[in-house]
């Protein structure tokens, strides 16, 4: 018997939300690894509060909803609160029940910036980090390095002379020489004017650089600056001082690390240089001694994970076209989509969150 479309909605409910989300449902272990990482930031969030006043958004809500953005590639943050007011999964992952009210876009964005800064994103990736190798994976001896150019959120009409002259309101600069040293942008003063190689076009961004290590493919450290001829090796450098990295470690790269000055540097630290020997008319940095070793053939399979890294964060996380104008404000935004990939990571390792058998 076919029954009748009664269009009668039911005006309670006595299901939580609790129960709306699957037990095997992978988004689970990662809300416990975010809450675990955000009792770990109740010190540095307790600083950003008055002991006084009328009681706000928990800041841990507000870190939630911005991983859910993440995550799930919401592109922007009215599609994110209109997802929080009829998404079950994702109030439950924040931490609202199905009658709490949602935010207004606005006031999200207004009281995340203020909250939400380099040194609280800094902060928790290296927690995640810090959780990787305390539950032993993540590799303490074999990593490897990259470097991209993250576009940033200025047009080429943003460009103008740093004087004052130059192109009109139109913004036509055919036939005009432009360079970082005459001409910056008006919305990003911090973005310079790269390209990604020969025949490529020229575009305003940041430079980031990563630090794999190569057992599970997690980063563990990153660095965003100002774009220049030697950031991505000056960046790598600095990742490697951070890490402590010494005798008895090995760091892969692709070619265009292959640079006597590079592999100078990772000699005097005592680091095996398993970068990509260049073809290309020069003779390579790299020893063939080195070069000849099954550590080094592993490590050219290895290192291209480093890839992978680059695109989840890059089409996943957002990260094509940045959202966010002005060094640290960029670094914060990009050190939070790193620390996203991380626990998509920590949370795809099934078994190691659960409690060990009593």
């Not at 950003?48 to 870190?63: K, N």
């Not at 997802?83 to 876009?105: A, E, K, M, S, T």
Request: charged share 25%; glycine share 8%; aromatic share 8%.
């Amino acid at each position: 018997m076919r029954s009748p479309d009664l269009q009668q909605f039911g005006m309670l409910s006595y299901i939580s939300v609790e129960t709306r989300v699957p037990a095997d449902h992978p988004i689970r272990p990662l809300r416990s690894l975010v809450d675990k990482l955000l009792k770990e930031l109740d010190p540095i969030l307790a600083e950003r509060y008055a002991d006084t006043g009328r009681p706000f958004i928990p800041p841990e809500r507000l870190l939630r909803a911005a991983l859910l953005q993440v995550i799930y590639s919401v592109r922007s943050e009215r599609l994110l609160m209109e997802q929080l007011n009829y998404n079950l999964l994702f109030r439950w992952f924040v931490g609202l029940n199905i009658d709490d009210p949602v935010w207004d876009h606005s006031t999200f964005s207004f009281n995340r910036d203020r909250l939400f800064d380099d040194a609280i994103a800094q902060r928790f990736f290296d927690s995640t980090v810090l959780h990787a190798q305390v539950n032993n994976l993540v590799s303490s001896e074999h990593f490897s390095v990259d470097g991209t150019l993250l576009e940033a959120w200025a047009s080429h009409k943003s460009f103008r002379p740093k004087d004052g002259g130059g192109v009109g309101d139109g913004g036509d600069f055919r036939g005009e020489r432009r360079s970082n040293e005459t001409h910056e942008s008006t919305t990003d003063p911090d973005a310079r004017l790269a390209r990604k190689g020969a025949g490529k076009e020229s575009k305003l961004s940041y430079q980031a650089n990563a630090l794999m290590e190569n057992r599970n493919g997690f980063a563990v450290g990153i660095d965003v600056r100002i774009v220049s001829g030697t950031a991505e090796c000056e960046g790598a450098l600095d990742l490697i001082d951070e890490m402590l990295l010494g005798e008895g470690c090995s760091v892969g790269a692709d070619k265009g690390y292959d640079r006597g000055s590079f592999a100078s540097e990772l000699g005097e630290r005592k680091v095996k240089p398993h970068i990509a020997r260049s073809t290309k008319g020069r003779r390579s940095a790299v020893p063939a001694k080195v070069a000849r070793t099954k550590g080094y053939a592993k490590s050219q399979v290895l290192r291209k994970r480093i890839e992978s890294i680059f695109g989840w964060v890059k089409v996943i996380g957002g990260l094509r076209k940045l959202t966010r104008t002005s060094l640290p404000t960029v670094k914060g935004h990009v050190a939070w989509v790193f620390a996203a990939y991380n626990l998509v990571r920590l949370g795809g390792m099934e078994g190691w969150w659960e409690p060990a058998p009593t």
